[in-house]
């Protein structure tokens, strides 16, 4: 069965340091991989996938994701956080036999001034 | 904005009352796919449906029903409702990557 996996619930980081959120994947074949971001009352807005094996993808609001497949792993990475990075962020991969996306836990990201 | 609307945005509803959820996707998406984001369950697939037809079922409740209609707008509709249900309903149409709709959160009390 495919998985994804977010070990941390929540990351803290100072403003202007790099953030890096873990996840890591159980899939069949070839992943399709997506980084998702929460803000609060809001809906899910697409940060940035990996579906060509690249080993570092460039996403929207200067996100970055190293694709690592020996390791199953996906980390989402920012040279410089933010404090209006703070949100909930799902890691998610698409299932092999439909189009539905699956789930991390969601890590929430605090960046703190 | 992504484009996908859902409507209402917020719905307080008592137990046992059954209650409907509105989905439009983006211009020119033929899939709408329905999850429900729980505090104790996190984020999980319900229904994908494709140019009117059902495609893929996850975890849905028999109690939930879903169907998208030929414009392509797309009805969830929870029935008999308890309070676990409360939750954030979210609709998304594809791309190739999905784009989220802003959700319905349901209160049931």
């Known amino acids: 069965a495919q998985s994804v996996a977010q070990p941390e619930d929540q990351v803290n980081v100072a403003e202007g340091n790099p953030l890096t959120v873990k996840c890591t994947y159980s899939?069949?074949?070839?992943?399709?991989l997506f980084w998702y971001v929460q803000y609060p009352n809001r809906g899910l807005q697409f940060l940035l996938k990996?579906?060509?094996?690249?080993?570092l993808v460039k996403g929207s609001y200067g996100f970055e994701a190293e694709y690592n497949k020996s390791q199953t792993s996906f980390h989402l990475k920012k040279p410089s956080a933010l404090v209006s990075d703070s949100a909930l962020y799902f890691c998610?991969?698409?299932?092999?036999?439909?189009?539905?996306?699956?789930f991390g836990a969601g890590t929430r990201l605090a960046v703190h001034p | 904005d992504s484009g996908v609307t859902q409507t209402p945005k917020h719905l307080i509803t008592a137990t046992g009352q059954r209650v409907t959820l509105r989905c439009s996707p983006r211009?020119?998406?033929?899939?709408v796919y329905w999850y429900q984001q729980s505090l104790d369950q996190g984020l999980q697939f319900l229904i994908q449906?494709?140019?009117?037809?059902?495609?893929a079922k996850g975890n849905i409740l028999e109690r939930f029903s879903a169907q998208q209609f030929p414009d392509l707008h797309s009805e969830l509709n929870l029935s008999s409702l308890e309070l676990g249900d409360s939750a954030l309903y979210f609709c998304?149409?594809?791309?190739?990557?999905?784009?989220f709709g802003p959700g319905t959160r349901l209160t049931v009390t």
């Open positions: 998304a149409s594809s791309g190739y990557e999905q784009y």
């Open positions: 899939v069949s074949g070839n992943p399709y």
């Open positions: 990996e579906i060509t094996g690249d080993n």
């Open positions: 998610a991969v698409r299932d092999s036999g439909y189009n539905k996306l699956i």
């Open positions: 211009s020119g998406d033929l899939s």
């Open positions: 449906y494709y140019n009117g037809e059902e495609r």
